[in-house]
């Protein structure tokens, strides 16, 4: 079956462009995940979903990042008046069950890079 | 979620077994120990998974010490395919995030 998808797979935006990212989960799963990916780092934590809500946003690194799940399906992934510190690859993974535990099957990135 | 310790990158010569080791002395009772892998320019992918016993899918075997404070993940046959950076991450089996870490670069030789 399809897997996640993201789009689009690149982006470019000049400092202080506002851009938004979308993540397709798989169907039927509860939770959903975004990540942070720096270049030559792993992924970091960004914000938690199950169905609508939104659960954990403990790792959005600044009131600029803002993320929506309206219908327990597609998410998006908005960033305001970007920086070129928020140049990286955003990850969108899901998981069937609604705490998130177990398997998450991870879509193929978004890489964002601001000029 | 415990830390965990790998070595930054490795070899392993085709066809052979790729043993990757992971330390996580402080791991809790209720912590998982979990294997990714991320082949460049993808998303990761889920491996493995673990508690106490020994696990084995079609991918690969997880070996977990008695006492839990480190583990190795064996990719029984490598292949070019394999080459990749593997993190090993250990969370509460209700947790809501991976802490992936830095991970051990593994490059698969002809």
């Known amino acids: 079956g399809a897997g996640v998808s993201q789009s689009p797979r690149y982006k470019v935006a000049k400092r202080g462009q506002d851009v938004a990212l979308r993540c397709d989960p798989i169907?039927?799963?509860?939770?959903l995940f975004w990540y942070q990916q720096a270049l030559g780092q792993g992924p970091e934590f960004l914000t938690y979903f199950q169905n609508e809500a939104q659960l954990d946003k403990s790792g959005l690194p600044s009131d600029r990042f803002f993320a929506e799940r309206p219908e327990g399906s597609v998410s998006t992934l908005k960033i305001q008046r970007t920086q070129q510190e928020d140049s990286a690859v955003y990850l969108c993974?899901?998981?069937?069950?609604?705490?998130?535990?177990?398997?998450?099957?991870f879509g193929p990135g978004t890489r964002l890079t601001v000029l | 979620d415990a830390k965990t310790t790998q070595p930054p990158s490795m070899d392993c010569a085709e066809g052979r077994a790729a043993n990757l080791p992971c330390n996580h002395s402080?791991?809790?009772?209720?912590?998982?120990v979990y294997w990714y892998r991320q082949i460049h320019s993808q998303g990761p992918q889920y491996i493995i998974h673990g508690l106490k016993n020994n696990e084995t899918n079609e991918m690969a075997s997880l070996i977990i010490t008695e006492d839990r404070k480190s583990s190795t993940l064996i990719l029984p046959h490598a292949t070019l395919r394999d080459t990749a950076v593997y993190y090993c991450?250990?969370?509460?089996?209700?947790?809501?995030?991976?802490?992936f870490g830095t991970g051990t670069s593994l490059t698969v030789i002809p």
């Open positions: 402080t791991i809790s009772g209720n912590e998982y």
């Open positions: 169907s039927g799963h509860v939770s």
């Open positions: 991450i250990v969370r509460v089996f209700t947790g809501n995030q991976f802490y």
């Open positions: 993974a899901s998981s069937p069950r609604d705490r998130g535990t177990d398997t998450q099957y």
